[in-house]
Structures are given as C-alpha cells and as structure tokens.
C-alpha cells in the first residue's frame, strides 16, 4: 500500500504544474478587471477560508504541531504566497515577461542546491541531467527558440524584483520541507494560505481596486473561481503533499511544466500561435522531468526486485 502511495505522488503533482500554468492563463484576463494584487488577495483569501472551514468541520487543526512550527509557517506564508506574488506582479509592471520566465525557470535549480546542501536531500547524475534538460527547454519554450530573443534581452531593476521572487520561492519550497516534519500538508497549506492571504489584502489597500470586483464578468469570475479552488486549494496541498513525500528537489522539477502547460492552454482557450521550436522545446522538458521523477523510482524499484531475488535464491 505504502508503495503505491509513493509512486502515485509523482502521477498527483502532475495536476500542479496543470492548475498553475492555467492560473497564468486566467490571470491574464482577470488582472484586466481587477488590480493584481486586489485579485491575489481574493483568490488566496478565499482559499484560505475555505481551507479553514474544512478543518474545522473535520476536527483536524492539530495546534500543538503548528505551535512547535509556527515560525516556519510564517517564513511559508510571507515568501511563498505575499512575497512571491507582490514581486511577480509588480515586476510585470517593469519588466517584460519573457525576462521573469527566464529567471523564475531557474528555481527548480535553486531549490534542488538548497535541498542538497541544507536538508541533507540526494544528489545523482540523474539529477543533475534532468534539471539541465528540463532548464533547457524551458527557455527554449520562453523564446520561441530564438537565439536573436535571449540576445536582445535587457535587464533592470524589474528583473531584480523577479530575482525576489524566485529568492522567495525557493525559500518557501525548502522550509516546507522543515514546516511538514510536524504538520499536515493540509494545514499548513491552509495556515499559509490564510497569513498570506492577509498581507495580500494589506497591500491590496493601495491599490483602491475592490470597488471593481462588484463589476466583474462572469468570465472573470469562473477563472478566479478556477484559481481560488483549482490553483490555490488543491494546487498547493498537492504540491505541499509532493514536498513531504519525495522531497523539495524532486518536487520543484514539476515547475518547469508550468510554461508548457500556459502555452498549450493559451493555443488552445485563446488561439495563441506555437511553433516547432516551442514544441521541441516542451519534449525537452517532459523528458527531464521523467528523467528526475518517474525513471529513478522505476530504477530503484528494478534494483530492489533485483536484490529481493538474489535474497531468495540464497
């Protein structure tokens, strides 16, 4: 039972990346009736209460393991929920998006040192070609396959604020790590959720822009309904889940589908071109992900039938 648990860990998260990559997609519209922030706080707001709401029907808030984490939790909610969100969006303001992708794609990277280095996480060449492959093809993705594109890049103080989201993000991977030796992955989604969904709403004053969410389209709101209960809720339990069972390294490898999972949903829902160099580059990606996930577990296994086998035979 315990074994099929863990392999199907790897199939779960692959729902994450899904649910990001169409949160971008929603975004993009929503963010033309709402101010970004204002619409970030009612999105992680929301799904903070509902979380909540869940719990406490079921009985499941465990107060001493949040009070022992508490601090973690914090760290969890102000980088990976305020932190990352307030630096993306504002960034967008200043810089272009393809700059920020490009810097946002390296995390998997980050996270993977990080848990190496500070969590004690393995490290194999496996690995190491996964995280090259996937890395790759994403800025293959990014730009279109365009030496010229990555060449005329420019970089500002915008890309800065970008480097703070990704500062944030791989600092919210590794103290989930810490956060859920203790804690559920569902409360402290839930917990993360809710404080960060507060400071969301603090910063979301000076954007005077709440009077807007009474006019919203329908279409706005089915996405941030999308986003509330798709990218926010399950999302991150999920994702906190993958943390707690295979690792943050392993885990932050599933963020470079992200950008594949946006440019397919933007070709198919709003009829964005793709070309042959995209798609290359999207094969890139799958296959480093493979290489980082689903190939070692399958490895591991072969190995321990193979042990298992020698052990009878003796």
Not at 22 to 33: K, L, P, Q, R, Y
Not at 185 to 202: A, D, N, Q, R, S
Not at 288 to 309: A, C, D, M, P, W
Request: proline share 3%; charged share 10%.
């Amino acid at each position: 039972m315990k074994n099929n648990q863990s392999v199907a860990i790897y199939f779960w998260l692959l729902l994450v990346p899904l649910f990001w990559g169409g949160a971008f997609v929603a975004a993009e519209h929503v963010i033309t009736e709402l101010p970004p922030i204002t619409a970030a706080t009612l999105r992680f707001g929301s799904a903070g209460i509902l979380l909540l709401a869940f719990l406490v029907i079921q009985n499941k808030i465990d107060f001493q393991a949040i009070k022992k984490q508490w601090l973690p939790i914090v760290g969890m909610a102000i980088t990976g929920i305020f932190g990352y969100n307030a630096f993306f969006f504002i960034a967008l303001d200043i810089t272009s998006a393809i700059n920020g992708s490009l810097i946002v794609a390296t995390t998997p990277v980050f996270v993977t040192l990080g848990a190496v280095l500070f969590l004690k996480e393995s490290w194999n060449k496996q690995l190491g070609l996964g995280l090259v492959l996937s890395l790759v093809g994403v800025i293959v993705v990014i730009s279109k396959g365009s030496l010229l594109t990555l060449l005329q890049l420019q970089f500002n103080g915008g890309d800065l604020l970008f480097i703070g989201a990704l500062v944030c993000w791989v600092t919210h991977g590794l103290l989930g790590k810490i956060v859920m030796r203790d804690v559920t992955p569902l409360v402290t989604t839930t917990m993360t959720t809710l404080i960060g969904g507060f400071l969301l709403g603090i910063g979301s004053l000076f954007e005077k822009g709440w009077d807007n969410v009474t006019y919203m389209s329908q279409q706005a709101w089915v996405e941030m309904l999308f986003m509330i209960i798709c990218s926010s809720v399950i999302g991150f339990i999920l994702w906190n889940n993958g943390v707690k069972k295979i690792g943050a390294s392993k885990s932050s490898i599933y963020m470079n589908l992200v950008p594949i999972n946006t440019a397919w949903l933007a070709v198919v829902l709003y009829g964005s071109p793709i070309t042959f160099n995209q798609i290359i580059g999207m094969i890139m990606v799958i296959t480093g992900v493979y290489f980082v996930t689903f190939h070692q577990y399958l490895r591991s296994k072969r190995h321990k039938k193979y042990h298992e086998k020698i052990a009878v035979n003796k």
